[in-house]
């Protein structure tokens, strides 16, 4: 009795799989063009920049006085603000808490061009604790020990990181 349950089983999905291998994909697919993002809506107020050769210590986050870490812009990070990671390797992980922009003006962390921010030789590459509203364009990762882009809530289920 099982053996012949198992066989109705074993053609009942073959028939399934044959039906759908049949089936035809639409020529024009479903576009996403119609779909907005928070992205699409943002207003950025302020430039951040940050460089290998910058410091945290006596950088302001300006274009001549860049920080040395994206945990230096972190320090004065805030809705609407765009940090322009330099070119370079960086050498420690970022630990990013708190980073939280608005629907309407998210924090964007960007690098120049694929392959020319690198985030390498470390545990992790990058660390986003309880972030909100972020957008991260043209960094690169690089061979971290552990974990390439890690995104967590803290410990804090009330405060989980969204809109990344």
Known sequence: MNRKRCCTCVLACWLLLAATASAQIPE???????????EQQAVYLRDLYVSPGGSDTTGDGSSTAPFATLSGAASIMQPGDT????????ATTPYLENIQGTEQ???????????????????????????RYVILENLTIDGPAHNGLNIDDGGSYESPSEYI
């Open 28 to 38: 024009d697919p479903v576009s996403c063009d119609g779909i907005s993002t928070f």
């Open 83 to 90: 940090v322009h990671v330099g070119p370079g390797t960086y």
């Open 105 to 131: 003006n998210p924090i964007r962390i960007i690098g120049p061009d694929a392959d020319e921010a690198i985030f390498s030789g470390s545990a992790e590459g990058l660390h986003l604790i309880d972030a």
